[in-house]
């Protein structure tokens, strides 16, 4: 199923009638491991808070936190509450429950732009060549996660999770396998967290681990993008301590302009 149908019937979920409300279930085609892919429940709880705001207020700050795991083809639903809406400023809060459980919680922050005597404009840059096609991990059955069947990434440094690297970072480029009809931030919340954890390169062997808490701080003005565009992506491990991890990452449009920062806190169980 694409990610394009899963965000469609998010949206309708979220706009129907609470009494009449079907269910939403993710197919087990974007599983990753035990749990729904992060990136897409996120996205998902994100495109229904969405539906709630004002079009000229846009994503400025999606904070997510990953509370428990989201089974796939189990039934959940969607809350949202708009906690605030100010004259600029809208915050709203969304949640993924199943069984009775919270399993994803997301904040989220649209603001409406305006002028500003403050210009202080990004000044990282990559120097990343672009890629020609993905060349990441192939589909290998109980090994690579499902998701990952939709997402193409291209590495440009790093190293393989569970290969005992000393890199801790990841260079590279992600873009849509079948490219979606439009690409939204609902999509490009999905496409920044496809990259496996910074830290699994340096393991000789396999652990689990899952992402706790994730950061996007959006970055303006955006471009059109294009629905088959590559975004350029680069992560560093800001600190490993204690089983657990704290990443930085920049994600840059086609043309070298950055667009979101992301954070994530990731814990590892080796
Ligand atoms: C050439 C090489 C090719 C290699 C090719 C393959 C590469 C492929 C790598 C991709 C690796 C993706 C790694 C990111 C995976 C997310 O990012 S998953 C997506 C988003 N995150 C989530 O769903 C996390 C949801 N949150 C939670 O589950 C819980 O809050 C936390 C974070 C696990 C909290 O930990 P806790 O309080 O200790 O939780 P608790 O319920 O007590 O469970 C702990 C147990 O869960 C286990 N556990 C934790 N995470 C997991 C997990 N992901 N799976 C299974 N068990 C897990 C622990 O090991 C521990 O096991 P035991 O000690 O009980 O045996």
Redesign the pocket.
Known sequence: MHIDDLIEATNHYINSDELDRAQLSIPKEWA???????GL?GALVYSAIRQKVGQDRVLRSFTCN?????VTETDFGIEVEVLREGKNVTQVTGKAIQNGNV?VMVQAAFGVSRESKIEVLNTDRHTMRAPTKADF?PQ?PK???KFLRHIDLARQAGG????GSKESKIDGWMRYTKPPKALTDAHLIALI?GW??TT?QMLKW???????SWNIEFVYPHYTFSPKDWFAYQVRTRQATDGYAQTEANIWDPSGRLIAISRQT??V?D
């Open positions: 990753q491991g035990r749990t729904a892919y992060g429940t990953f509370v428990g795991p989201v399993c991990l290998i090994i690579t996660p393989l999770p569970f290969t967290d496996p954890p699994l396999p652990a689990p681990a899952s992402t706790m990731i814990a169980f």
